[in-house]
């Protein structure tokens, strides 16, 4: 028979052209990456079997019977090791059994590895067999082995090869989701060329193309599945965050101990903006390259621009406070790149898994509340001692408020006020509420905080405005018996050299008075923005709008944002209120200060009113409004319309009674 091994030629070069690219960069020891580099030794070390066969039967060369038996059995084990291979390759690349218990991944690994151990027992009991009862292969005239093709055994080899890419494309199928559109494409191309390979050797044996088209599928698997660059940094040339999330979760899966120590780098923003942001990431380099030369490769990474962390592997005590000190040691020291010195601070991060962090998610999550959050600036902080499920409970908040206007989660309460004078309802109150996923409502005292920082408080601050006066817009007052609605000005509006223009705007949209609208401004914002919050209440007051001084007695309570801004309405915060009712020093001090904000020319509302007895002591002592539980909680717009009219028909309002 002649064969044709110029394919084997280029499979064998291939395949170290490939063995070496892949030792060229860092790979992570997955089972993925495991399988693809068996692969290339399997197809190096089959190719060149097959080459050594031609060169023998090419030239009579006289071998002996058991070197060729062993050769063969060699060459069978390999070729048809590819379709297990492929298998574990798609498991590992699929992460079809991520999150399973250790045993049931062993298990289950077993069960693939079955067929192929069958396998090779029917190739390796043929030669003693072989005379007897042919298996694999058989003995030739001339007693060399030859691989028996007509025989159902041999046939059924092939049959296990094509069920196992079979049951690859079935792992790929159900984990689709898990990989890109064109991984998939590729498996299954790949899975097509080599199941048309393999159908091709079978009937032609002497065409060996088997082993260059798997090479060439390895080529197009290197290029487009393996992608070593998608677990680099793309500056530091380390591991990054993809590859720490893959080696921590398959750590965790294996319930394998582990700790993470980490660097965090302060001030990178102003060191990008100082130097450059080229030569900031030289001096991450260096920083990459340290860890590179004490820590092993695959234990060193880069997780973003300002924190990498070194994962200890079955940690003690004493090898932590090591790789704690050394970093610390490294740190103190400042750093040198092409003749500038740099000093970077820096903060160390120390979390214990699985005892603090049961997913790579959670080490993120702790990572970044310790960058973020003030509370931890310090030298050193042990996960064990962060309040993570805060962290997480405003990531959830945020999250929730980045798309509470999009997805119409938002709703504008009213709590109503109460006129002494008028001895009824007069107006109310516009409150923000928040809504999330499950329809549950967040506190306004959880999320307003989370939304100032972000600025997404601006555009709640718009939508309740605008919300207001479409709905005043849309009914009679006098109907209604409306005089007053209140509504609050957080202190990033405040900030806003354009607040006026843009109140002003949307009131000239909905033609409402402007004297029905009174704006809340909070002690903290008089106190951030002075010159510019003067500039636009001084527009909205000339416009007409009524505004007020929001929870007075709560911030800084400073007498000159009274004296020296337009307000016509202090609310006292309901802390002051209460206290009064339990602290004689403090009613006096109350007292007084309604007395002073009355003399000023101002009014006066309390707020935290709860029931009979303090409604009317603040009417007593002068208050002008009331506002609080006694009189009604904050509800929808329909309901507070529907109180609203009922009053005026002389019903008595279903909000509360007066036993609340």
């Keep these: 028979m002649i064969y044709l091994y110029e394919f084997d030629i280029a499979a064998l070069l291939i395949s170290i052209i490939l063995i070496g690219f ?50 063969q ?25 991520s999150g399973k218990k250790h045993e049931l991944q062993n298990l289950a690994k077993v069960l693939i590895l079955l067929p192929y151990i069958f396998c090779l027992l029917i190739i390796w009991i043929s030669p003693f067999v072989c005379e007897v009862y042919p298996l694999a292969f058989i003995l030739s005239e001339n007693g060399q082995p030859i691989m028996n093709v007509n025989n159902s055994w041999y046939r059924m080899l092939f049959a296990i090869g094509g069920i196992y890419i079979l049951l690859s494309i079935v792992f790929v199928t159900i984990e689709r989701k898990r990989l890109s559109l064109t991984k998939i494409v590729v498996l299954y191309l790949c899975a097509i060329l080599a199941f048309m390979a393999v159908l091709i050797q079978f009937f032609i044996p002497s065409i060996a193309i088997e082993s260059l088209v798997l090479a060439l599928a390895a080529l ?73 030369d004490n820590f092993s490769y695959d234990s060193a990474f880069c997780i973003n621009q300002n924190c990498f962390t070194v994962i200890i592997k079955n940690p003690t005590e004493k090898l932590v406070n090591d790789v704690i000190e050394k970093l610390k040691t490294r740190f103190q020291m400042n750093w040198f790149y092409d003749s500038v010195e740099l000093k970077l601070y820096v903060r160390e991060c120390v979390v214990e898994c699985p005892r603090c962090a049961k997913k790579s998610e959670d080490i993120l999550d702790i990572l970044s509340l310790v960058a973020t959050d003030e509370r931890y600036k310090q030298p050193i902080v042990y996960a064990n001692e962060i309040d993570l499920e805060y962290k997480r409970r405003n990531d959830y908040i945020e999250y929730a408020l980045k798309n509470g206007i999009t997805q119409n989660r938002f709703d504008v309460y009213y709590q109503p006020i109460y006129s002494t004078s008028d001895k009824r309802i007069i107006g109310a109150e516009a409150l923000i509420r928040l809504r999330d996923e499950k329809g549950s409502f967040l506190s306004p005292e959880d999320f307003i905080p989370i939304a100032e920082k972000s600025g997404t408080i601006l555009r709640i601050g718009e939508y309740v405005y605008e919300s207001v006066c479409r709905t005043i817009s849309q009914i009679d007052l006098e109907e209604y018996g409306i005089k007053k609605i209140d ?33 809340e401004i909070t002690e903290t914002a008089a106190a951030h923005s002075p010159e510019i919050l003067l500039h636009n209440m ?104 529907v109180l609203m009219k009922s009053q005026l028909q002389g019903k008595k309002p279903e909000a509360e009674n007066e036993e609340a």
């Design 22 to 71: 892949y030792f060229q960069k860092h790979q992570l020891a997955s089972l993925q990456n495991r399988s693809f580099l068996v692969f290339l030794y399997v197809l190096a070390s089959s190719s060149f079997i097959e080459i050594i066969f031609a060169i023998i039967y090419h030239f009579n060369v006289s071998v002996s019977i058991w070197i060729l038996w062993i050769m």
């Design 487 to 519: 509504i609050n000005l957080s202190v990033a509006q405040c900030m806003q050299e354009i607040l006026a223009e843009q109140i002003l705007s949307i009131q000239s949209i909905y033609q409402i008075p402007a004297s029905i609208i009174n704006l």
């Design 538 to 641: 001084e527009r909205l007051a000339a416009a007409g709008f009524e505004l007020s001084l929001d929870d007075y007695g709560s911030g800084y309570s400073n007498m000159n944002y009274m004296l020296n801004l337009p307000f016509k309405m202090i609310k006292i915060d309901k802390y002051i209120i209460w206290s009064a009712f339990t602290d004689e020093r403090a009613k006096k001090a109350l007292t007084a200060t309604i007395q002073m904000i009355k003399s000023l020319g101002m009014t006066v509302l309390a707020e935290g009113v709860e029931d009979k007895f303090q409604a009317e002591m603040l009417a007593d002592l002068g208050c002008d409004y009331l506002q609080g539980y006694y009189f009604s909680r904050p509800v929808q717009r329909d309901e507070f319309l």
């Design 73 to 97: 059995g060699l060459f069978l084990t390999l070729t048809k090791s590819y379709g297990v291979i492929f298998a574990f390759y798609c498991v590992g690349l699929t992460g079809i059994l």
């Design 220 to 292: 197009i698997f290197f290029f487009y599945m393996q992608n070593p660059e998608e677990v680099l940094d793309g500056v530091t040339r380390i591991f990054n965050q993809i590859a720490f999330a893959r080696i921590t979760n398959r750590y965790f899966a294996k319930n394998i101990p582990f700790t993470c120590v980490s660097v965090l780098i302060d001030d990178t923003v102003f060191l990008s903006h100082t130097f450059g942001i080229t030569q900031l990431n030289n001096f991450l380099k260096e920083v990459a390259s340290f860890l590179s």
